[in-house]
């Protein structure tokens, strides 16, 4: 299980990264050869990265990397606007511990510094970080496994239109706006900023998807 666990890993991050880019396609054998393993932990991976919607096995042709979509990016926006939102509620609600919040701050800090830095890349690390945290402190395993999928997609598309955007001045205020109002245990202003957030963010990324006109395999 181990190195299948690897592969998935090696995988995921490459796909996530652009390093292998949509349309990218290659056999089993290859695939193994590029992660430095046998096919059977190869093929479990693939069989998992496929689960999560990011690769299509393609009978006797082997695996290819999905496309990305603007349809299927509407789609998991609009799950993500309704479930994310309600998880940083939830947080405000009960409340945060001190070292709970020094992790958000702390992400957010990240966030703050790499816009500042101009370092695009760190900035959408950072961003991930604080949407995944927000998960990890609401503690619903089902859910977190659930949205973690939507937002390895969601991330795949952000590095794709990450340079064609604004710099992300409004998105990490954003982010410093709804870790306030967790703070501050105001769970409607929690839940009003996350679902400002991901609408703006949605729209910007959306119109630069349907411009590119990104081929759908």
């Known amino acids: 299980m181990a190195r299948v666990e690897d592969a998935y890993e090696q995988l995921k991050s490459q796909i996530l990264d652009q390093r292998l880019p949509f349309g990218f396609q290659a056999t089993e054998s290859e695939i193994a050869d590029l992660v430095d393993m046998s096919r059977t932990p190869v093929r479990e991976a693939l069989l998992r990265l496929q689960f999560d919607g990011l690769v299509e096995l393609?009978?006797?042709?082997?695996?290819?990397?999905?496309?990305?979509?603007a349809s299927d990016m509407a789609d998991i926006?609009?799950?993500l606007m309704a479930?994310?939102?309600?998880?940083?509620?939830?947080?405000?609600?009960?409340?945060?511990?001190a070292p709970e919040i020094e992790r958000l701050e702390s992400i957010t800090r990240d966030m703050e510094t790499a816009l500042a830095d101009d370092d695009l890349d760190a900035w959408a690390m950072a961003d991930d970080r604080f949407h995944r945290e927000i998960l990890s402190l609401h503690g619903n395993r089902r859910l977190t496994a659930f949205v973690s999928a939507l937002l390895d997609q969601a991330h795949r598309a952000r590095m794709i239109t990450l340079r064609l955007r604004a710099k992300p001045i409004a998105s990490t205020q954003d982010h410093r706006d709804v870790l306030a109002h967790i703070v501050n245990r105001s769970p409607e202003q929690a839940k009003a900023s996350f679902a400002a957030h991901r609408e703006r963010a949605a729209s910007e990324l959306l119109a630069i998807l349907r411009d590119l006109r990104l081929p759908q395999l």
């Open 58 to 69: 393609v009978p006797r042709r082997g695996v290819r990397v999905s496309p990305v979509s």
């Open 77 to 79: 926006y609009e799950i």
């Open 83 to 97: 479930l994310e939102p309600a998880a940083a509620a939830s947080l405000a609600s009960r409340g945060l511990n």
